[in-house]
């Protein structure tokens, strides 16, 4: 069984920083592209950073130089440093791993898995 789990996340005022984690658990062989996603409320989910197996990285317009997305591929684990934080990069920030190759006793499979999602709130 495979989980993503995120932590993280907290309350934190205009101009603030927060970093980020996603543990991925399991008989994990090998993870394709890895990122984040937020959904504030009343909007859909958007990208905000992904980064790919070999560490080429993408970012929304609206965190590109402030967040800083990484991965250590040997501990299956995905961050998003967050800095210089807005209120409106308030939501619920999930992460995703994409075409993740994982062994069980039952046999491999190749899925895409989503993190439960952890809460930032940007406020004065």
């Known amino acids: 069984q495979v989980q993503l789990v995120e932590s993280g996340g907290g309350s934190v005022q205009p101009g603030g920083s927060l970093r980020l984690s996603c543990a991925a658990s399991?008989?994990?062989?090998?993870?394709?592209?890895m990122g984040w996603y937020r959904q504030a409320p009343g909007k859909q989910r958007e990208l905000v950073a992904t980064i790919s197996s070999g560490g080429n990285t993408n970012y929304a317009n609206s965190v590109k130089g402030r967040f800083t997305i990484s991965r250590d591929n040997g501990k299956n684990t995905l961050y998003l440093q967050m800095n210089g934080l807005k209120p409106e990069d308030t939501a619920v920030y999930y992460c995703?791993?994409?075409?993740?190759?994982?062994?069980?006793?039952?046999?491999?499979?190749?899925?895409?898995?989503w993190g439960q999602g952890t809460q930032v709130i940007v406020s004065s």
């Open positions: 399991g008989s994990i062989i090998s993870v394709n592209a």
């Open positions: 995703n791993a994409d075409h993740l190759y994982y062994c069980s006793p039952s046999g491999c499979y190749d899925n895409d898995y």
